[in-house]
């Protein structure tokens, strides 16, 4: 990775979105976290900085309001000066079978994990063509393929088809666009809503259902989007990358 490079994280005060950001900052980029929560995202950078010995920043925007998606890149010009990468992690679930399904717990997954995506790469295109190129890694899940709760399923698979059509759009910027499918991984995320002996279960189908016989971690996630935005992988761009241990060839637990 370009030493000068700096990378935005959105979803950058949890599990999953600290652990790409510390990645990604010991590879050599400046990191921005973007969270809605202001002050859990500031402490997260606090410990990133210290951690990785980079500049990390923290950021809160609501990556699902235009203003405030375009105000933090706006922010990350006048500081960096350029914006290389961009990882769209920020995610909402609400899990609910079709008898149950509302207008209002389908939009905001909706805005949160298919609509903020679109727009932040929509207001870096002025910096990518500044920079001369950029990555983008989009978080997906193995959802997609396997299906699970309405939404957030439909909504991932979104992500799949944005990544491709970004892909295309995006070439002649030399910006590639990719994403990340992970399976289960152990978070405050996936355990929300459920009770203890409900968690358990389920973390126990899917190792079941994985031939490696274990969960991703937030480690595993971020390795495979430190692959995808580095020059490794210049020649690389509409792909989804599978990091699920095989259970993306397993059937739906």
Known sequence: MNTQSVALVTGGAGALGAAIGARLAKDGADVVLVDIDGDRVARQADLLARETGRPVVGLRA???DPD???????????????????????????????????????????????????????AA?????QAGGGRVVNIASRTWLSGGPLAYTASKAGVVGLTRSLALELAPLNVTVNAVAPSMVVTPFTRAGRSEAEFDAFLDRHRAMTPLGRLASPDDVANAVSFLASDRAAFITGEVLHVCGGAQLAPSP
């Open 62 to 64: 609501d990556v699902a």
């Open 68 to 122: 405030s998606v375009r105000a933090a890149v706006e922010r990350v010009a006048d500081g960096f000066g350029r914006l290389d990468h961009v990882v769209n992690n920020a995610a909402l679930n609400r899990r609910a079978d079709l008898a149950s399904l509302t207008e209002a717990g389908w939009d905001p997954v909706m805005k949160v994990n298919l609509w903020a995506p679109a727009l932040l790469c929509q």
């Open 125 to 129: 295109v002025p910096l990518w063509k």
